[in-house]
């Protein structure tokens, strides 16, 4: 399974296999570091996008389309890896309107939490 298979699926137990134990997870609003934590982040995100479909793939950046409530996302999944482990990800999310009601959602789940 593919990191952003687990993220859409929200797999804990695929993501906290696939990442190294000091990931570094550069989202849209701030970084965050250490498995448990991006874990718990990448699950809540899976959360919150709809219908994830890759549509390329190109050295460890896969580009997807998604949806964010009623709103249509174009998004871009960054891997580095060490030798067995994702050991740090950047996620960018587009267009703007998409991005805020995503943060918005996030945010809420994770106050909820």
Same mark, same amino acid.
């Given at each position: ?5 687990? /993220? @859409?699926? =929200?797999?804990?137990? $695929? ?7 000091? $990931?570094?997870?550069? #989202? ?5 570091? +250490? ?10 995100? +899976?959360?919150? /996008? ?5 549509? !390329? ?9 998604? =949806? $964010?409530? &009623?709103?249509?996302?174009? +998004?871009?999944?960054?891997? !580095? #890896? ?5 050991? &740090?990800?950047?996620?960018?999310? =587009?267009?703007? @309107? @998409?991005?805020?009601?995503?943060? @918005? !959602?996030?945010? !809420?789940?994770?106050? &909820?939490?």
């Amino acid at each position: 399974m593919t990191l952003l298979e687990a /993220i @859409a699926n =929200r797999d804990r137990g $695929v993501l906290a296999e696939l990442l190294a134990d000091d $990931v570094v997870f550069h #989202s849209p609003v701030q970084t965050y570091r +250490g498995r448990d934590q991006v874990v718990h982040l990448l699950a809540t995100i +899976g959360g919150v /996008i709809d219908d994830v479909e890759a549509t !390329r793939e190109v050295d460890g950046i896969t580009f997807f389309v998604a =949806r $964010v409530g &009623e709103h249509p996302v174009d +998004g871009v999944l960054d891997e !580095r #890896s060490d030798a067995v482990h994702v050991a &740090e990800i950047t996620l960018m999310l =587009r267009p703007l @309107a @998409a991005l805020q009601a995503a943060v @918005a !959602r996030i945010t !809420r789940t994770l106050a &909820e939490q």
